[in-house]
């Protein structure tokens, strides 16, 4: 069965205390892994497609990564407006035409 | 471009009662789907559409209902409401599935 699971569930940090959010997927075949941002009351928003392993995407202070087991969301030097749910998705090659999500990181950013 | 447009944004239900969830999108996507979004549980899916009169079961369809007459709408039925179907629901849509779906702003469902 097609699964995405990322961890941690919740993370705290400092104002500029860098850290990675991982999504690790069990899949037949990985069209392609996708990272969303979701503010409360809000839906998600997308930020990064990966489609193949090694391939590495940046956006301001957000970096994701691919492997073929498991992704990364890095966020270098965080700053309070980075606090959200960071959602992780795949897109599979059989089954469901449609995303398969992980749980979600809940990120707080201190100042 | 006014983008995913799903309506109403809350809705109180009695057990029993029937209704409507809008969706609606001006891309011109192919594909639509519906997920529902529980706490701790992420978001699951509830039924998805590959194009107008093409739609199949996600993985928690039970007690919903999608059609779909027009590119532009996807609309997804509670035939009969119950407390376990409160949640918000997210409607999403995409051009070709890998470069990105594009989310509305969810209806906040609440079944007494």
């Known amino acids: 069965e097609d699964q995405v699971t990322q961890s941690p569930e919740a993370l705290r940090l400092q104002e500029g205390e860098s850290s990675s959010l991982n999504c690790s997927y069990t899949?037949?075949?990985?069209?392609?892994l996708f990272w969303y941002r979701q503010d409360p009351g809000k839906g998600p928003e997308f930020l990064f497609t990966?489609?193949?392993a090694g391939e590495e995407k940046e956006k301001e202070r957000l970096k994701a990564t691919l492997t073929k087991k498991e992704s990364f969301l890095h966020i270098t030097a965080p700053k309070p407006e980075d606090s959200a749910t960071y959602l992780c998705?795949?897109?599979?090659?059989?089954?469901?035409?449609?995303?398969?999500f992980g749980s979600g990181t809940r990120l707080q950013v201190q100042p | 471009n006014a983008g995913v447009t799903q309506t109403p944004k809350f809705q109180v239900l009695k057990t029993g009662q029937s209704m409507t969830l809008q969706c609606a999108q001006d891309?011109?996507?192919?594909?639509m789907s519906w997920y529902r979004q529980d706490p701790g549980m992420g978001l699951r899916l509830i039924h998805y559409?590959?194009?107008?009169?093409?739609?199949d079961q996600g993985e928690v369809p039970n007690g919903y209902n999608v059609s779909r007459s027009t590119t532009e709408d996807f609309p997804l039925r509670l035939l009969s409401a119950a407390p376990s179907q409160t949640s918000v629901y997210f409607c999403?849509?995409?051009?070709?599935?890998?470069?990105?779906?594009?989310f509305g702003s969810g209806t906040r469902l609440t079944v007494v």
């Open positions: 891309m011109n996507h192919e594909y």
């Open positions: 998705a795949g897109d599979m090659d059989t089954g469901r035409r449609a995303l398969t």
């Open positions: 999403a849509s995409s051009w070709d599935r890998v470069n990105g779906y594009t």
């Open positions: 559409s590959v194009g107008a009169g093409i739609t």
């Open positions: 990966l489609y193949s």
């Open positions: 899949v037949s075949g990985l069209r392609g």
